[in-house]
């Protein structure tokens, strides 16, 4: 197995990297473990499709299939609503960044904190910065990369990969989350 390259070169993420996603069953089997999961999306899901449906669609069903409470950054909500899901909360992704590292904070239902965080559709940059503060400074939170660039200060993260390749591992991941 090679190693995967951060998509963004200049940026070293330090001697600490993200396990790379070889078989997509293994972030079905991590969200159905986790008691506490989290789904944070970013506002690039609005730009993705994925065959004839969009990403947003693809990422409602996982939310419903997961259970996963999901948090919508910039007007992500806004897309969510109109077709009729509710996100949990729609706030800034570094705020939501924040309270992840914040060990006093209960989660947005206040009923703990969360074990889990899947992140996906936040600019590669921004995402970068975000799990680099969580590794080094939230090490109760396991964090997933749900992107198609490799994201090296996540817990587990897909290697650089093609669209077709990518929504393939999508959709297993969603099967075994159906249970099929």
């Given amino acids: 197995m090679n190693k995967p390259e951060p998509w963004q070169t200049a940026e070293i993420p330090g001697p600490k990297k993200a396990f790379q996603i070889t078989r997509p069953d293994?972030?079905?089997a991590m969200t159905k473990k986790a008691k506490r999961p989290i789904l944070v999306v970013g506002h690039e899901?609005?730009?993705?499709?994925?065959?004839?449906?969009g990403f947003v669609d693809y990422l409602?069903?996982?939310a419903k299939a997961a259970k996963v409470p999901l948090v919508a950054t910039a007007h992500a909500g806004k897309e969510f609503i109109e077709r009729g899901f509710k996100p949990v909360a729609c706030?800034?992704?570094?705020?939501?960044?924040?309270?992840?590292?914040?060990?006093?904070?209960?989660?947005?239902?206040?009923?703990?904190?969360?074990?889990l965080a899947l992140f996906v559709?936040?600019?590669?940059?921004?995402?970068?910065?975000?799990?680099?503060?969580?590794?080094n400074?939230?090490?109760?939170?396991?964090?997933?990369?749900?992107?198609?660039f490799y994201q090296p200060n996540a817990s587990w993260s897909f290697p650089n990969l093609g669209i077709e390749e990518w929504k393939k591992n999508l959709d297993a991941i969603e099967n075994e989350l159906k249970g099929r």
């Fill in 60 to 62: 409602i069903r996982f």
């Fill in 121 to 135: 559709g936040l600019p590669y940059y921004m995402e970068w910065v975000i799990l680099s503060g969580l590794k």
């Fill in 45 to 53: 899901v609005v730009e993705v499709e994925l065959g004839k449906e």
């Fill in 26 to 28: 293994i972030v079905a």
């Fill in 91 to 115: 706030m800034p992704a570094m705020d939501i960044a924040n309270r992840l590292r914040d060990t006093e904070w209960k989660g947005l239902d206040g009923t703990g904190q969360y074990d």
């Fill in 137 to 148: 400074f939230a090490s109760q939170l396991k964090t997933i990369s749900l992107d198609r």
